[in-house]
Each structure stands twice: as structure tokens, then as C-alpha cells.
């Protein structure tokens, strides 16, 4: 990852992607992201003066990233909550993975699916090799996609929904997915272009995937819910396994 002091995380309100590459305005962000914070408790998290952090949220404020408000016990006492979304940020660039998806690219251009498949996973591996983490935004667009589809699925139920969704994606993603009930909720995919295809990155690296299963729940079921790759090719897994939790 870059450096904390040139680091630069990007965050999404009604006015579009706002970049903040400031040490204490990100100290601030993440707290706030966390759970909102009075003044006391982010000057002693930070560390800081409070006319500093005073300067600083003020600015926040004026980004509209940031919003006050009285607390309803205590009318002197100001919280502080986040009124944007965080997208992604900047990171030590490596290029290795997207060298080895682009050697792929030629000799998967005679089977159309793994063609495309190819092409997406470039993408995605193109802004790490070019120094941003995209997951963030890249989940959003999925629990988008998620929403959208939602009314063409049928289950009210949430284990039979769970069931629609595994149908769905096993029909347009040329895998193999098993539902799982038994401890707690949970889809395993088992896809065997995949496996060949995808290098050991030491993450989970299907964030459209885990969007797209949070937003068809949460869309459908009017719950939110939490969707989270805890294990995948990308990992060293033969599979990919998505928690899912209320």
C-alpha cells in the first residue's frame, strides 16, 4: 500500500468523487465510517488540537463529507457522522498480475465467454497495476446491478431466494454454486475457468459478484444485508465462498 503520507482516498457524495489525500482528514474519515463520533472522542482518536481538528472538520463539512449535529441527551455536545461513501484509494502500484491476464487475452480469443471474462479481470487488475484500489467502487456498481435486478426474482423467502440467486448465477456465470444453510448462510462457487484462469493474489478479487448478491437481497428482502468473500481463487481456494449476514 502507498505510504500513509501520500496516500489519497477518493469519496462519493451528490457532487461527485471527491479526492482526500490530507493525514488527519483521513484519520477523521475512517473514524467516522466506523460509527459517528462526538468532537471529544475524534480529538482523542486523532491525537490532535482541537483547533485543528475544529479546522478540519469545518472544511469536511464544506466538502459535504462530513455532517454536525446535536446530540438529542445533551444539546452542547456536537456528533459528527459521515454523509458520503468511500470509493477506493490509491496504492503502491503492482503490475504483475495484469501482465499475466494479458498474456491470457490472445489465446482466449477463439471462446467468446472466456474472451470476456478475460477482458473483465484485465480491467480489474489494470487500476491495481496502475496504483488504485477499486473493490469499494467496484462493489457498489454490483449491489447497484444487485437492486436493479431484484423485482425478476420471485422468493420472498430468504432461503428459497438464496436458491433463485445460485440458479441465476449459475446460468450466467458457466459455474457451479452450492447453498449453505447449516451454520450460517453462506454460497460456494466452484467455476473452473476460473481456477485456470485467475493468479494467487492473496485476496478475494470478486467484488461485482459480492455487490450483486448484497443488492439482490437487500433489494428484494428490504433488509440490509452483508455480503463478504472470505475465501476465493484469488486466495488459493478452489472455490469462492460468500458469507451472508444480517
Known sequence: MAKPESKTEFFYNEKGL???????????????REEPRSFDEIVKSTAKAKSTISVHLNNLRSCELVEENHDSEDRRRKIYSLTSRYMGCSQEPFIEHYKN??????????????????????????FEAYGIDNA??????????GRSLSPIFESENFEELLKEIADFLEFHGNCRISVLLKDSAALQVEDNFKARLMPVSGKPFCTLREGMIE????????????????????????????????
Open 215 to 246: 443488492g439482490i437481497l437487500t433489494g428484494k428482502l428490504e433488509k440490509e444485508y452483508r455480503v463478504l468473500e472470505t475465501e476465493c481463487y484469488g486466495t488459493g481456494h478452489k472455490h469462492c465462498f460468500f458469507k451472508i449476514t444480517i
Open 101 to 126: 491476464l494479458l498474456e491470457m487475452v490472445p489465446t482466449n480469443g477463439n471462446d467468446r465467454f472466456c474472451f470476456t471474462e478475460t477482458l473483465f479481470h484485465a480491467f480489474n487488475f489494470g
Open 136 to 145: 469499494p467502487i467496484v462493489k457498489m456498481i454490483g449491489k447497484d446491478i
Open 18 to 32: 471527491i479526492a482526500i489525500g490530507s493525514p488527519v482528514k483521513l484519520q477523521i474519515l475512517n473514524l467516522l
